[in-house]
């Protein structure tokens, strides 16, 4: 079945410009015509005729007039009604120019919309019978044969409409759900880059910190008095450096495990750090000069948001060692209320300075892990001094899994 223009898409064409016919339009209306011109040397009724000079033209006019279907269905079916109307006045052969309507009709219900087919089609199968009865009244065959002619080829071409439509709906969505599988994937994707690049971060900068401090101790005890070496406490300083290093690599192996993952998912990611952890945090910052008071009262949390204040604290702890100056002093408190978790971890050091260098992305990994798990996060300098992380992390609201 040839493709039909619908109404949606010439109403789409900006200005509504007289569309031009293809090549292959052409092409089909002279193929129509040529194949209706035996069916023109057969006579219909007594007074019918083989055209002559003029029915020639009329018939060619109306075949020609089908070239526009595609484009404009409504008119070319007027169109045709106004040539065809001539041409059989003047009594030339009726069956000449059946295809030629058939065809008009069919590419009048492919276009739709129903409504307008149900309207054009009775009108045009009451105009064929007026028609044939001012040209010969006694033939009511032939009304009946026309007639069914027509309403069969309307309903063909409402059958293909249907059909097209159908197929239209079922490709559209196809390609709306492929869109979406692409878009879902990308998104999972850029979560999965920012949580490692965020654990990246938070291991990275904690255990290069931690490794700086103990080897600025092991430096300084080897240049304050080199005579009288105090032999443990350098061993003291570099086993924390190699502790440390370890602890890293282990970490590391673990992210680098699941960014050769094919398929990452949630339930291979092993175990994520959790509260039961935070003792290794505050022992590694009290190694590194800082004095850590630690309070935890908190029953159980679940791992997502267990995870979050794990990394929240350890990062906290990180700038404290950093910036807060020589031995700061940290509280770290967690407990519950009001059905969430809250988190502080405060220092009285001098916090950030002017030579803290270019602002990192700690803080902003830590708003980020607070809003993975629906919670809040502050940051700021203290009132009396000092520096201060303060976050609220739900415990009965549903998160994303696997958040670490």
């Known amino acids: 079945m040839e493709h039909v223009v619908t109404t949606k898409e010439q109403r789409a064409r900006p200005g509504r410009r007289l569309v031009r016919p293809a090549r292959r339009d052409w092409l089909f209306a002279v193929g129509v015509g040529l194949a209706s011109v ?30 526009w279907r595609r484009h404009y269905p409504m008119g070319t079916l007027v169109a045709l009604i106004v040539v065809e109307g001539t041409y059989h006045a003047l009594d030339n052969a009726h069956s000449g120019l059946i295809a030629v309507t058939m065809v008009a009709i069919y590419a009048l219900a492919v276009a739709g919309p129903r409504r307008r087919t149900l309207i054009v089609v009775p009108s045009l199968v009451g105009l064929s019978v007026i028609m044939l009865l001012l040209i010969n009244p006694e033939r009511g065959v032939e009304l009946l044969r026309i007639s069914g002619w027509i309403l069969a080829t309307a309903i063909t071409g409402e ?82 450096i190699a502790e440390t290093c370890r602890s890293a690599r282990g970490e590391l192996r673990t992210t680098l495990e699941v960014l050769r993952e094919q398929d990452v998912k949630a339930d291979n990611r092993g175990p994520l750090p959790g509260l039961d952890g935070l003792s290794d945090l505050v022992e590694a910052a009290r190694l590194a000069g800082a004095r850590v008071e630690q309070t935890v009262r908190v029953r ?39 059905g969430a978790l809250r988190v ?54 549903a998160v994303e899994e696997g958040t670490g």
């Open 38 to 67: 035996p069916l023109a040397f057969v006579a219909q009724g007594d007074n019918a005729h083989t055209p002559g000079v003029v029915g020639w033209i009329l018939f060619a006019l109306s075949a020609l007039t089908l070239a």
């Open 159 to 240: 059958a293909v409409r249907v059909h097209r439509s159908y197929v239209g709906a079922i490709v559209e969505r196809a390609e709306r759900a492929e869109r979406t599988r692409e878009e879902e994937a990308r998104r999972r994707v850029a979560e999965e880059r920012l949580r490692i690049a965020r654990d990246l971060h938070d291991l990275l900068a904690h255990s290069i910190t931690l490794i700086g401090v103990q080897t600025s101790v092991a430096a300084h005890v080897l240049s304050t008095d080199p005579e009288r070496l105090d032999r443990e406490t350098v061993a003291k300083a570099l086993e924390d």
């Open 300 to 338: 159980q949390a679940p791992p997502a948001v267990g995870a979050a204040a794990y990394r929240i604290v350890q990062e906290a702890l990180t700038n404290a060692v950093r910036h807060a100056g020589p031995e700061p002093a940290v509280r770290v408190s967690l407990y519950e209320e009001r």
């Open 344 to 397: 502080s971890v405060a220092d009285e050091g001098t916090g950030p300075g002017a030579d803290a260098g270019s602002p990192g992305f700690g803080l902003i990994g830590m708003r980020e892990r607070a809003r993975s798990v629906g919670g809040t996060l502050d940051a700021g300098p203290r009132a009396g001094g000092g520096f201060e992380v303060t976050a609220v992390l739900p415990l009965t609201t």
